[in-house]
Antibody
Framework: QVQLQESGPGLVKPSETLSLTCTVSGGSVSSGSYYWTWLRQPAGKGLEWIGR???????NYNPALQSRVTTSIDTSKNHFSLRLTSVTAADTAVYYCATAPIASNYGWFDPWGPGTLVTVSS | DIQMTQSPSSVSASVGDRVTITCRASQGISNWLGWYQQKPGKAPKLLIY???SLQSGVPSRFSGSGSGTDFTLTISSLQPEDFATYYCQQADSFPPTFGQGTKVEIK
Protein backbone atom coordinates (compact mmCIF):
# COMPACT_ATOMS: atom_id res chain seq x y z
CA GLN A 1 0.00 0.00 0.00
CA VAL A 2 0.96 3.66 -0.27
CA GLN A 3 3.53 4.91 2.22
CA LEU A 4 4.60 8.51 2.69
CA GLN A 5 7.75 10.05 4.15
CA GLU A 6 8.35 13.73 4.79
CA SER A 7 11.81 15.26 4.54
CA GLY A 8 13.36 18.70 4.80
CA PRO A 9 15.16 21.08 7.15
CA GLY A 10 14.15 20.88 10.78
CA LEU A 11 15.14 24.49 11.45
CA VAL A 12 14.16 27.53 9.42
CA LYS A 13 14.96 31.16 10.21
CA PRO A 14 12.17 33.72 10.57
CA SER A 15 11.18 35.41 7.28
CA GLU A 16 12.73 32.59 5.25
CA THR A 17 11.01 29.84 3.25
CA LEU A 18 10.08 26.43 4.61
CA SER A 19 10.47 23.66 2.01
CA LEU A 20 9.39 20.07 2.55
CA THR A 21 9.14 17.02 0.33
CA CYS A 22 6.94 13.98 0.69
CA THR A 23 8.25 10.84 -0.99
CA VAL A 24 5.65 8.32 -2.08
CA SER A 25 6.26 4.59 -2.18
CA GLY A 26 3.87 1.81 -3.10
CA GLY A 27 1.93 4.14 -5.34
CA SER A 28 2.27 6.93 -7.88
CA VAL A 29 1.83 10.67 -7.45
CA SER A 30 0.47 10.60 -11.00
CA SER A 31 -2.63 8.77 -9.77
CA GLY A 32 -5.67 10.88 -10.56
CA SER A 33 -7.63 9.15 -7.82
CA TYR A 34 -6.00 11.10 -5.00
CA TYR A 35 -5.22 14.53 -3.71
CA TRP A 36 -1.74 14.89 -2.25
CA THR A 37 -2.16 16.88 0.92
CA TRP A 38 -0.24 18.80 3.57
CA LEU A 39 -1.34 19.33 7.18
CA ARG A 40 0.39 20.55 10.32
CA GLN A 41 0.11 20.38 14.08
CA PRO A 42 1.78 22.78 16.53
CA ALA A 43 3.05 21.10 19.66
CA GLY A 44 0.22 20.19 21.98
CA LYS A 45 -2.39 21.62 19.63
CA GLY A 46 -4.86 20.52 17.00
CA LEU A 47 -4.58 19.74 13.31
CA GLU A 48 -4.61 22.33 10.51
CA TRP A 49 -5.11 21.54 6.83
CA ILE A 50 -2.63 23.46 4.68
CA GLY A 51 -3.50 22.49 1.14
CA ARG A 52 -3.75 19.84 -1.54
CA UNK A 53 -2.50 19.18 -5.03
CA UNK A 54 -4.03 16.98 -7.71
CA UNK A 55 -1.88 15.56 -10.53
CA UNK A 56 -4.06 17.47 -13.01
CA UNK A 57 -2.52 20.65 -11.60
CA UNK A 58 -5.53 21.62 -9.51
CA UNK A 59 -4.63 23.05 -6.11
CA ASN A 60 -6.51 24.28 -3.06
CA TYR A 61 -4.95 26.12 -0.13
CA ASN A 62 -6.22 27.12 3.29
CA PRO A 63 -7.28 30.77 2.96
CA ALA A 64 -5.39 31.52 6.18
CA LEU A 65 -2.14 30.52 4.47
CA GLN A 66 -2.92 30.95 0.79
CA SER A 67 -0.71 33.97 0.18
CA ARG A 68 2.34 32.07 1.44
CA VAL A 69 1.78 28.48 0.26
CA THR A 70 2.79 26.70 -2.92
CA THR A 71 2.65 22.98 -3.64
CA SER A 72 4.05 20.96 -6.50
CA ILE A 73 4.32 17.41 -7.78
CA ASP A 74 7.40 15.82 -9.35
CA THR A 75 6.34 12.70 -11.17
CA SER A 76 9.92 11.78 -12.12
CA LYS A 77 10.86 11.54 -8.45
CA ASN A 78 7.44 10.36 -7.29
CA HIS A 79 7.21 13.03 -4.66
CA PHE A 80 5.26 16.16 -3.87
CA SER A 81 6.42 19.31 -2.14
CA LEU A 82 5.37 22.22 0.06
CA ARG A 83 6.79 25.72 0.17
CA LEU A 84 5.73 28.19 2.85
CA THR A 85 7.24 31.65 2.59
CA SER A 86 7.89 34.37 5.17
CA VAL A 87 7.71 32.00 8.12
CA THR A 88 7.34 33.11 11.73
CA ALA A 89 7.42 31.30 15.05
CA ALA A 90 3.72 30.60 14.57
CA ASP A 91 4.66 28.22 11.74
CA THR A 92 6.59 25.96 14.12
CA ALA A 93 4.81 22.61 13.96
CA VAL A 94 4.97 18.99 12.97
CA TYR A 95 4.21 18.90 9.25
CA TYR A 96 2.44 15.89 7.79
CA CYS A 97 1.85 14.78 4.23
CA ALA A 98 -1.18 12.61 3.53
CA THR A 99 -3.39 11.48 0.72
CA ALA A 100 -7.13 11.73 0.28
CA PRO A 101 -9.31 10.06 -2.35
CA ILE A 102 -10.98 12.52 -4.68
CA ALA A 103 -14.33 10.93 -3.90
CA SER A 104 -13.99 12.11 -0.30
CA ASN A 105 -14.76 15.76 -1.06
CA TYR A 106 -12.35 17.56 1.31
CA GLY A 107 -11.30 14.44 3.26
CA TRP A 108 -10.45 11.59 4.28
CA PHE A 109 -6.75 11.58 5.03
CA ASP A 110 -5.19 8.14 4.86
CA PRO A 111 -2.39 7.26 4.92
CA TRP A 112 -0.22 9.88 6.60
CA GLY A 113 3.52 10.23 6.71
CA PRO A 114 5.13 10.00 10.16
CA GLY A 115 5.54 13.78 10.28
CA THR A 116 8.52 16.08 10.49
CA LEU A 117 9.10 18.78 13.08
CA VAL A 118 9.95 22.19 11.68
CA THR A 119 11.09 24.86 14.11
CA VAL A 120 11.21 28.50 13.12
CA SER A 121 13.95 30.22 15.07
CA SER A 122 16.97 32.40 14.50
CA ASP B 1 -14.70 28.06 8.22
CA ILE B 2 -16.84 25.39 9.87
CA GLN B 3 -16.00 25.08 13.56
CA MET B 4 -15.88 21.58 15.00
CA THR B 5 -16.37 21.33 18.76
CA GLN B 6 -15.64 18.12 20.62
CA SER B 7 -16.71 17.14 24.11
CA PRO B 8 -15.39 16.24 26.51
CA SER B 9 -11.83 17.56 26.10
CA SER B 10 -10.63 14.60 28.11
CA VAL B 11 -12.12 11.49 29.64
CA SER B 12 -10.73 9.04 32.18
CA ALA B 13 -11.86 5.49 31.67
CA SER B 14 -10.94 1.92 32.51
CA VAL B 15 -10.31 -1.04 30.26
CA GLY B 16 -13.65 -2.51 29.29
CA ASP B 17 -15.56 0.76 29.67
CA ARG B 18 -17.84 2.16 27.00
CA VAL B 19 -16.61 5.59 25.90
CA THR B 20 -18.56 8.15 23.91
CA ILE B 21 -17.11 11.29 22.33
CA THR B 22 -19.30 13.91 20.70
CA CYS B 23 -18.54 16.35 17.92
CA ARG B 24 -20.70 19.30 16.93
CA ALA B 25 -20.33 21.23 13.68
CA SER B 26 -21.14 24.94 13.50
CA GLN B 27 -23.34 24.21 10.46
CA GLY B 28 -24.75 21.15 8.77
CA ILE B 29 -22.17 18.90 7.13
CA SER B 30 -24.43 16.11 5.84
CA ASN B 31 -22.45 12.88 6.29
CA TRP B 32 -19.00 14.39 5.69
CA LEU B 33 -17.61 13.51 9.09
CA GLY B 34 -14.56 11.45 9.97
CA TRP B 35 -12.76 10.37 13.13
CA TYR B 36 -9.02 9.95 13.72
CA GLN B 37 -6.97 8.41 16.51
CA GLN B 38 -3.58 9.88 17.41
CA LYS B 39 -1.05 8.41 19.80
CA PRO B 40 1.84 10.48 21.22
CA GLY B 41 4.57 11.13 18.67
CA LYS B 42 2.59 9.46 15.88
CA ALA B 43 0.57 10.62 12.93
CA PRO B 44 -3.21 10.51 13.14
CA LYS B 45 -4.90 7.35 11.89
CA LEU B 46 -8.25 7.37 10.12
CA LEU B 47 -10.77 5.27 12.05
CA ILE B 48 -14.16 6.17 10.59
CA TYR B 49 -15.28 8.13 7.53
CA UNK B 50 -18.65 9.28 6.28
CA UNK B 51 -20.06 9.10 9.82
CA UNK B 52 -20.42 5.32 9.99
CA SER B 53 -17.92 3.61 7.71
CA LEU B 54 -15.10 1.78 9.42
CA GLN B 55 -11.71 2.13 7.76
CA SER B 56 -10.15 -1.17 6.77
CA GLY B 57 -8.40 -2.87 9.68
CA VAL B 58 -10.12 -0.84 12.40
CA PRO B 59 -11.66 -2.99 15.16
CA SER B 60 -15.43 -3.23 15.26
CA ARG B 61 -15.54 -1.87 18.83
CA PHE B 62 -15.29 1.55 17.19
CA SER B 63 -18.51 2.96 15.76
CA GLY B 64 -19.83 6.29 14.59
CA SER B 65 -23.26 7.85 14.43
CA GLY B 66 -25.03 11.14 13.91
CA SER B 67 -26.22 13.47 11.20
CA GLY B 68 -26.40 17.13 10.32
CA THR B 69 -24.44 18.87 13.03
CA ASP B 70 -24.15 16.33 15.87
CA PHE B 71 -21.98 13.24 15.73
CA THR B 72 -20.68 10.57 18.08
CA LEU B 73 -17.73 8.21 18.25
CA THR B 74 -18.28 5.22 20.51
CA ILE B 75 -15.73 2.72 21.75
CA SER B 76 -17.83 -0.18 23.01
CA SER B 77 -15.21 -1.82 25.23
CA LEU B 78 -12.04 0.19 25.78
CA GLN B 79 -8.80 -1.69 25.21
CA PRO B 80 -5.30 -0.73 26.44
CA GLU B 81 -4.27 0.29 22.91
CA ASP B 82 -7.20 2.73 22.65
CA PHE B 83 -5.74 5.28 25.08
CA ALA B 84 -5.05 8.14 22.70
CA THR B 85 -6.41 11.47 21.46
CA TYR B 86 -9.36 11.41 19.07
CA TYR B 87 -10.20 14.09 16.50
CA CYS B 88 -13.27 14.64 14.38
CA GLN B 89 -12.95 16.26 10.95
CA GLN B 90 -15.47 17.72 8.53
CA ALA B 91 -14.99 17.16 4.83
CA ASP B 92 -18.12 19.03 3.72
CA SER B 93 -16.83 22.54 3.19
CA PHE B 94 -13.59 24.21 2.24
CA PRO B 95 -11.27 24.28 4.13
CA PRO B 96 -11.58 20.96 5.95
CA THR B 97 -11.37 21.49 9.69
CA PHE B 98 -10.78 19.38 12.78
CA GLY B 99 -12.10 19.37 16.31
CA GLN B 100 -9.75 20.29 19.13
CA GLY B 101 -9.35 16.69 20.23
CA THR B 102 -10.51 14.45 23.07
CA LYS B 103 -7.88 12.70 25.15
CA VAL B 104 -8.86 9.28 26.48
CA GLU B 105 -6.81 8.60 29.58
CA ILE B 106 -6.41 5.65 31.90
CA LYS B 107 -8.50 5.88 35.05
Amino acid sequence: QVQLQESGPGLVKPSETLSLTCTVSGGSVSSGSYYWTWLRQPAGKGLEWIGRHHPSGSTNYNPALQSRVTTSIDTSKNHFSLRLTSVTAADTAVYYCATAPIASNYGWFDPWGPGTLVTVSS
Amino acid sequence: DIQMTQSPSSVSASVGDRVTITCRASQGISNWLGWYQQKPGKAPKLLIYAVYSLQSGVPSRFSGSGSGTDFTLTISSLQPEDFATYYCQQADSFPPTFGQGTKVEIK
